[in-house]
């Protein structure tokens, strides 16, 4: 049974940073390419970042310099580092895993979603 179950989230002041962090099971971690989307009312859902096997990384331009995704295939986790958090990343963040070699947007399994607020 796969799972992905995210952790981390929370209500931040704007400027302030959070970690996000996705515990994966139930398929082969190491070689997936790893996400996390976002969506904020209203407003469709889309891909924050990504990370593949080998741990090459993309980012929404919206993000980049602010947060970073890493992995930890010992633990099989997924992590999002944010910092210089501002209230427009207020979102649902959605943890994501894609079969190998499938590129950025192909998703086989989501997580739950965890909220994060930006808001002073």
């Known amino acids: 049974q796969v799972q992905l179950v995210e952790s981390g989230g929370g209500l931040v002041q704007p400027g302030g940073s959070l970690r996000l962090s996705c515990a994966a099971s139930?398929?082969?971690?190491?070689?997936?390419?790893m996400s996390w989307y976002r969506q904020a009312p209203g407003e469709e859902r889309e891909l924050v970042a990504g990370i593949t096997s080998r741990r090459g990384t993309n980012y929404a331009e919206s993000v980049k310099g602010r947060f970073t995704i890493s992995r930890d295939n010992a633990k099989n986790t997924v992590y999002l580092q944010m910092n210089s958090l501002k209230p427009e990343d207020t979102a649902v963040y959605y943890c994501t895993a894609g079969p190998p070699g499938s590129g950025w947007y192909r998703v086989d399994y989501w997580g739950q979603g965890i909220q994060v607020t930006v808001s002073s």
């Open positions: 139930g398929f082969t971690f190491s070689a997936y390419v």
